[in-house]
Nanobody
Framework: VQLEEAGPGLVKPSQTVSITCTVSGGSVTTTNYAWDWIRQSPGKGLEWMGAISTRSITYYSPSLKSRTSIARDTSKNQFTLQLSSVTPEDTAVYYC????????WGQGTQLTVSS
């Protein structure tokens, strides 16, 4: 299973950002798999943001829940992270992750929030 993220790269504060993960060699509907978003800010550890299950049930980090939405498109075998009202603190590498226990990782996409 391969995952590949695609995002805007550079955005301005207060904007809403969408990052898409395309899954190949597997399916977003695979039983017992979950599809997660994890980010890593400069000099910090990994931060789990949220996930969507095979049954399209979503889970979010309490600290990001008010600004985060995760959805999937089974026709395109993709899942998407939407993050609203971004600030420079959201600058990070964003990873999409999948599997039963985080077996599959994308290479990450850099998001920079700057005016």
């Amino acid at each position: 299973v391969q995952l590949e993220e695609a995002g805007p790269g550079l955005v301005k504060p207060s904007q809403t950002v969408s990052i898409t993960c395309t899954v190949s060699g597997g399916s977003v509907t695979t039983t017992n798999y979950a599809w997660d978003w994890i980010r890593q800010s400069p000099g910090k550890g990994l931060e789990w943001m949220g996930a969507i299950s095979t049954r399209s049930i979503t889970y979010y980090s309490p600290s990001l829940k008010s600004r985060t939405s995760i959805a999937r498109d089974t026709s395109k075998n993709q899942f998407t992270l939407q993050l609203s009202s971004v600030t420079p603190e959201d600058t990070a590498v964003y990873y999409c992750v999948g599997g039963v226990a985080y077996e599959y990782w994308g290479q990450g996409t850099q998001l920079t929030v700057s005016s």
